[in-house]
């Protein structure tokens, strides 16, 4: 996105570095990276970042309102609401199409925002290793606002921890060693000092939880949990994982974010939200009268994750087909640009815009971010087999310093 650095760094790869850069970014934790990391960083100008930053600082008005929980309340399942819900989620991700406009330039549109963590270790570790084997320019960063390494993870840690000590806080999922992000989990025990458990592994006493600790061999209270658990991912593998921890249940624990957040601040929000860079979203259930034009919508299930059950190319029957319309969005699709130039067809991108909020903040704070690079319909690995110059990526993002 800018363009005499991305010629530069087209002009200068070659195959044997990126093999290079590969090895190196896999050597601390051998086959751990299940997802493919793409060939390119991006590079974000200052002014296209503050576009992003701008829209999450209205995002936030939002979420920060009085009303916002009672108009998110029927967004929480019955079966997955969770007792003593903090104030805040301490994390937020907000996802960024960079599209086009009405008069051809480049601008960001909102896809998708989550109350939820995500890869807030591996992309401490991966942009490094980034600049270990490209020419990046040092006003060129991952972090937001004003971040550094030192004082990001500072952050990353006191909010993951709290005023626990580190064997009483773990990182929970459902068979963390068998994610595809399981490098996350690694580099944030790296980072953070905190162990990946698995729910099968949680021991329940009364409102206690335990685990075993894999330094001592003790088992070792729970006070506080940096949740990873997705509940749709729960029910789906029920029957696979057998006896489990009911989580839902009224526990001496804390979260970190705390799992009603996941819905609160998600698909959900859309429509509450009216902003340039957020596209037109609506309810189905709401929709007094279908627009004429469906084949410029999108339709989407709330309550799903990694894109499952989403209709790029709405047609009648797909709305007529819902049985449950309060359950779904209908949401302006944005024109993604081909933005990344590559030795073959350009790619299209996407900017995940990664927030933390401590306790004792008014409202969350940019920290970092990630890319995702696509050549197919929509982002993400499944659909784009085959294809290079697509996968992870990170935003290196211009910084003017003063």
């Known amino acids: 996105m800018v363009k005499d650095l991305r010629q530069a760094f087209n002009s200068a790869f070659t195959e044997e570095k990126y093999n290079e850069f590969l090895k190196d970014l896999n050597s601390k934790y051998p086959g751990a990276i299940e997802f493919r990391v793409a060939e390119t960083p991006m590079f974000v100008d200052a002014v296209f970042a503050e576009k992003m930053t701008d829209a999450c600082e209205r995002i936030l008005d939002v979420i920060t309102d009085p009303s916002f929980l009672s108009l998110t309340d029927r967004s929480i399942p019955a079966t997955d609401r969770v007792p003593n819900e903090t104030k805040h989620s301490h994390m937020i991700a907000f996802d960024f199409g960079v599209c086009l406009n009405a008069e051809n330039e480049l601008e960001p549109q909102l896809i998708e925002m989550q109350g939820f963590p995500t890869l807030f270790g591996f992309q401490v570790y991966y942009p490094e290793i980034v600049q270990k084997h490209f020419s990046i320019p040092s006003n060129y960063t991952q972090y937001l606002g004003d971040y550094t390494r030192e004082t990001y993870l500072n952050d990353l840690k006191e909010i993951i921890i709290g005023h626990h000590p580190v064997e009483n806080v773990i990182l929970l999922e459902i068979k963390p060693h068998e994610q595809k992000t399981r490098i996350d ?66 526990l001496d624990v804390e979260w970190v974010p705390h799992p009603n957040w996941f819905y609160r601040i998600s698909k959900f929000t859309l429509p509450f939200i009216r902003h340039p860079y957020v596209p037109a979203t609506y309810f189905l259930n709401e929709i007094q009268e279908l627009p004429t034009d469906l084949e410029n919508y999108v339709l989407k299930p709330l309550f799903s994750f990694a894109g499952q059950g989403v209709v790029i190319d709405v047609a009648l029957k797909d709305i007529e087909a819902v049985k449950d319309p309060e359950n779904w969005i209908l949401q302006r699709k944005v024109n993604y640009a081909e933005v990344i130039q590559t030795p073959g067809q350009p790619a299209k991108a996407e900017i995940r815009l990664m927030y933390l909020w401590k306790d004792g903040w008014e409202r969350a704070r940019p920290a970092t971010n990630l890319a995702r690079l696509s050549k197919g319909k929509m982002i993400g690995v499944r659909y784009n087999k085959d294809k290079d110059w697509v996968g992870g990526s990170v935003g290196l993002i211009e910084h003017k310093f003063k």
Not at 203 to 209: A, H, M, V
């Open 185 to 250: 989990f690694y580099c944030t025990q790296e980072y953070v000092g905190i162990q990946p458990v698995c729910i099968t592994e949680l021991i329940n006493e009364g409102r206690n939880l335990f685990y075993i600790n894999e330094k001592s061999k003790k088992k070792t209270a729970v006070k506080r949990i940096y949740n990873r658990v997705i509940f749709d991912d729960l029910l789906a593998n029920k029957e696979k994982l057998g006896d489990f921890v009911d989580i839902t249940q009224d």
